[in-house]
């Protein structure tokens, strides 16, 4: 743990009970072995994995592995989103193929977004902006695709539902009898993305990381199982995942694409950004006074989480800011401000970076 | 009724009650607006239908309709899968388009068997005698095609899914809590195959006939369920069904490809052929003095089944055959000589035209 920085205090307890219960293992015991950990990783923000120690292996001595992760579109793309991007940046640095699917087929049966939909959400929302955040897709390892178009995905996915019942699928998913047949067979699509990096087409079995949030790890165990299943078949290596936290929105909940208050969508002007940041729930205190006295709860305060997921670089920086948090030197103001200015410079990066982006974006995939 | 006879007596019973109890219309009464009606249609071996209006109004008013049929490949073709052929044979003389699924998707999750061995069975040992048999495979209106590798059907398969839960379906095929999900997809994939050649690239909207046995209701309840749920999306007609008896096999059960001696299998030796003919359970009684007495039972016969199947093509020599056999004038050896020399001539028929089928069929399907 030498290069790691602990920017949580005690708010990393929740994390701790999901690793212990379910088997998820944590991922400050193999941080040190990564050549150049991110920040997401030397920061806690990615928390658990599983397998981790196939990628630390492929990393340090040169082998082939792939890195694979999909998106589901409906609705704008926010900062919490960001994470996934510069996840799969790290490793595309680190010569890892990528694969992004956009899961065309799953916001069919889950929510009735058609095809053409799916599209246009996928690459005028989210590729432009992958591609704005630096993500290089004009690489030969980097693969995008629609689920709906990949055939690999689609029938490699009905030959692993032959080893998966109905009951194992409805203890994980928790369908019931009102439940559509399509969407029952929805997770073997997810299952069949992640394994099909390791398809003979697509140069053989090798280590596959997912990156993900924790509440996907039930796709992660099942494609697990699964590809053990079919191990002797196809000489599958069960994939390994990694679990990040979920940002918190600005307003103390969940940040979600569906309550714009409590998200900063890439697309917002600079201004409503800064409108947001203004407004937003913070680990103050009830009164400027007891600020002083008592100092700031930085581990409860969306602004901090901001600064640490995507706006300070510096770990020195970030340290002294708490640290400031904690004995009341800076309050919520402060906070805010540094945030603002930051998301400003971000922003306007972005947006210089968009029009080129969207030029690329179309050339991606043919519709 | 004019061109109907009747060969049955009373055993047409138990299929009176399935047409009465899940709304199967009797075929006799449209029997007689169909041009050129077939033996198999006269003598009511036909006896139900769903919709068969909307075939008869193509037929005499030559409007473009299709025939659509599968098979699942596993063992041998028998002489009661000849029905099927002749079915084929006689809509494409009347200008259907034909489309003949080989399920191998459905022959891997219900049974695993892979595409390689489907496929092999499905052209060596099946299309090879449905050309023997007459079908012309040649014809541009003929389609063949593995499950697997056609997308229109894969992907209507899903698409469709969305509009039926997993509890119609469980109460449709009896799924539990083990059946896995391949499996549980399986008759979206046959549904998809009956309603693909109304696609808008097969020509759209237009009635399909699917000749089957009864124990093949379901699925085309639930594809006319769902033809009429997407019918704005697609336009979906719903399509129309025949209902065929099942042959008895020569021991008195069920004719099946898994038992040997119920069965003639297409590829018997005429001797083979001839000799389980010979040994066969007829409808004979228990002594010769008996039966020249009261009569024998041609109702009970699997020998006067196979004439009126497959063998005897002049309805005057059989009814003259009936009557002879219900006044003990013909007894069960008179009978046996008859379909050893008929089905002797259909062997050597079958047996002359395979070579070139063989030839033919290898061209059918890249593999």
Redesign the interface.
């Given at each position: 743990m030498d290069n790691m920085i602990d920017p949580w205090g005690s708010s990393i307890i929740d994390y701790d009970k999901l690793t212990g219960q379910f088997g998820i293992k944590d991922f400050k015991d193999v941080v040190d072995d990564i050549p150049d950990a991110s920040k997401l990783m030397t920061r806690g923000i990615i928390f658990g994995h599983r397998d981790y120690e196939k990628i630390t292996d492929a990393l340090n001595n040169s082998k082939e592995f792939a890195t694979m992760t999909g998106m589901m579109p409906s609705g704008r793309m926010h900062i919490g989103h960001k994470m996934v991007v510069d996840q799969l940046k790290w490793y595309q640095k680190k010569k890892s193929d990528i694969y992004l699917s956009i899961a065309d087929?799953e916001a069919?049966?889950a929510r009735?977004i058609d095809k053409q939909q799916s599209w246009n959400l996928a690459i005028n929302e989210y590729i432009v902006n992958y591609i704005a955040l630096g993500l290089d897709v004009t690489k030969d390892n980097f693969h995008l695709y629609l689920q709906?178009e990949n055939?690999s995905v689609?029938?490699l996915a009905?030959?692993?539902?032959?080893?998966?019942?109905?009951?194992q699928?409805?203890s994980i998913y928790g369908?019931?009898?009102?439940?559509?047949?399509?969407?029952?067979?929805t997770p073997?699509l997810q299952v069949a993305d992640i394994l099909h990096p390791q398809l003979e087409e697509n140069g053989g079995p090798k280590p596959v990381i997912v990156p993900v949030g924790p509440d996907q790890d039930p796709h992660i165990r099942l494609t697990r199982d699964l590809a053990a299943k079919f191990n002797e078949e196809y000489g599958f290596i069960e994939p390994s995942a990694t679990f990040h936290r979920f940002m918190t929105g600005l307003t103390g909940e969940k940040m979600s694409s569906s309550k714009p208050k409590s998200a900063i969508y890439l697309t917002d002007s600079i201004k409503d950004a800064v409108k947001k940041v203004k407004s937003a729930k913070t680990g103050g205190r009830d009164s400027l006074k007891e600020q002083k006295e008592l100092g700031g709860q930085p581990d409860k305060c969306s602004i901090y989480e901001l600064l640490v997921y995507h706006l300070v670089d510096d770990d020195e920086k970030l340290s002294k800011l708490r640290d400031d948090c904690l004995t009341g030197k800076v309050v919520c103001g402060n906070c805010k401000q540094c945030a603002s200015e930051l998301l400003e410079v971000m922003f306007n990066d972005l947006n210089d970076k968009r029009a080129e982006a969207e030029e690329i974006a179309q050339t991606l995939l043919e519709k």
């Open positions: 087929m069919y049966a009735g709906s055939d689609k029938d009905y030959t692993i539902g032959r080893k998966v019942t109905f009951s699928m409805r369908f019931d009898n009102s439940t559509n047949i399509a969407h029952i067979y073997l």
